[in-house]
T-cell receptor
Framework: ETGVTQTPRHLVMGMTNKKSLKCEQHLGHNAMYWYKQSAKKPLELMFVYNFKEQTENNSVPSRFSPECPNSSHLFLHLHTLQPEDSALYLC?????????????FGQGTRLTVV | AQTVTQSQPEMSVQEAETVTLSCTYDTSESDYYLFWYKQPPSRQMILVIRQEAYKQQNATENRFSVNFQKAAKSFSLKISDSQLGDAAMYFCAYRSARAGTASKLTFGTGTRLQVTL
């Protein structure tokens, strides 16, 4: 496998459920990101992990809890979500030491909160 | 904070014709990178083209080229000889070039490109 892989591709959950989104990168990168993509809004950066350390949290509600156990894996734990949290959640990775490198994205998880 | 604006929610082009997608941005930094990403129905964001702000020469990748106007803070994408496979959402994005920063991207709202026969 190569690139950035996200699972599941689709997720429907109730407001009282707990679920997790998974992201795995096989590119040897040292930084990983979660973005939220809602209809007719710019992609919003949620979290940044650099060498497994969280370096940015863009005022994301605590019902979203990220976890980065190693440089290749990133999780987003979800609990007691709201319908407005329904969106496409994109994971990305990059190599921080090389400024000129691009971010590579996964195919996203389409989340629907009912 | 940086902002990126794409003023064309939708564009349409005939196959084999040329189309230009607009993007403007606002920043107080002098060194940065600009990108155009393509998001087809598969949803995966794919890098189309990249421009370093310190380079005056416009970037070109096969049928894709940019018109980078640093003073005007404008970064448009030109697609020549449009193909059906070019149909997608196109996002303009900005990234700071400050040392030690991760690749945090600021995106525009996107332009949906339709390609017709």
């Amino acid at each position: 496998e190569t690139g950035v892989t996200q699972t599941p591709r689709h997720l429907v959950m109730g407001m009282t459920n707990k679920k997790s989104l998974k992201c795995e990168q096989h590119l040897g990168h040292n930084a990983m990101y979660w973005y939220k993509q809602s209809a007719k809004k710019p992609l919003e950066l949620m979290f940044v992990y650099n060498f497994k350390e969280q370096t940015e949290n863009n005022s994301v509600p605590s019902r979203f809890s990220p976890e980065c156990p190693n440089s290749s894996h990133l999780f987003l734990h979800l609990h007691t979500l709201q319908p407005e949290d329904s969106a496409l959640y994109l994971c990305a990775s990059s190599q921080v030491s090389q400024l000129n490198t691009e971010a590579f994205f996964g195919q996203g998880t389409r989340l629907t909160v009912v | 904070a940086q902002t990126v604006t794409q003023s064309q929610p939708e564009m349409s082009v005939q196959e084999a014709e040329t189309v230009t997608l607009s993007c403007t941005y606002d920043t107080s930094e002098s060194d940065y990178y600009l990108f155009w990403y393509k998001q087809p129905p598969s949803r995966q964001m794919i890098l189309v083209i990249r421009q370093e702000a310190y380079k005056q020469q416009n970037a070109t990748e096969n049928r894709f080229s940019v018109n980078f106007q640093k003073a005007a803070k404008s970064f448009s994408l030109k697609i020549s000889d449009s193909q059906l496979g070019d149909a997608a959402m196109y996002f303009c994005a900005y990234r700071s070039a400050r040392a030690g920063t991760a690749s945090k991207l600021t995106f525009g709202t996107g332009t949906r490109l339709q390609v017709t026969l």
